[in-house]
């Protein structure tokens, strides 16, 4: 029987630093994957803990497929992933998911080049507080509408 959260199409784990949202959220995501899940983990925690947690020295801005790891560490465990799991993490940068958002707001390309070369927007793209997490957001949207993915988790 899959528990209840394995229904829910979008997770987000959050709180106070050192609480464990990390481990949580790979969890979480590696025992939807198990279950049949196309999942993805989202993680902008600068110092790539989701990354490490995963044997890996960093991730990318793109979703990286990691089902095998997830396989391979899953029958060492004695458990079997379901043929249709897959799990995939990633680590937006916000810069370019705050260009990618621009260029879908503004009606054509010179004008989004613009935008993106002003002094205002390149404070917005690297200093200004919660530009990292409202990109993750974004982010998290765009994956949810893409349909590639039927259970992201937010960490």
Aim: one cysteine or more; charged letters at 25%.
């Amino acid at each position: 029987m899959k528990s209840d959260f394995l229904k829910r199409e979008v997770l987000i784990t959050c709180g106070t630093g050192g609480v464990g949202k990390t481990t949580l959220s790979a969890a979480l995501g590696i025992r939807a994957a198990i279950e049949g899940r196309r999942v993805c983990v989202i993680t902008i925690d600068p110092a790539k803990r989701l990354a490490t947690s995963l044997g890996m020295s960093a991730l990318g801005s793109e979703p990286q497929d990691l089902t095998e790891r997830v396989r391979e560490a899953a029958r060492t465990q004695g458990t079997e992933m379901a043929a249709t799991g897959s799990f995939h993490a990633l680590m937006p940068d916000t810069r370019s998911s705050f260009e990618d958002f621009l260029r879908g707001l503004t009606p054509n390309a010179a004008l989004a080049e613009a935008f993106t070369r002003n002094p205002l927007f390149q404070i917005f793209a690297r200093e200004f507080s919660g530009t990292n997490e409202y990109m993750a957001l974004q982010q998290l949207q765009k994956l949810h509408d893409s349909g590639r993915f039927d259970c992201i988790v937010l960490d």
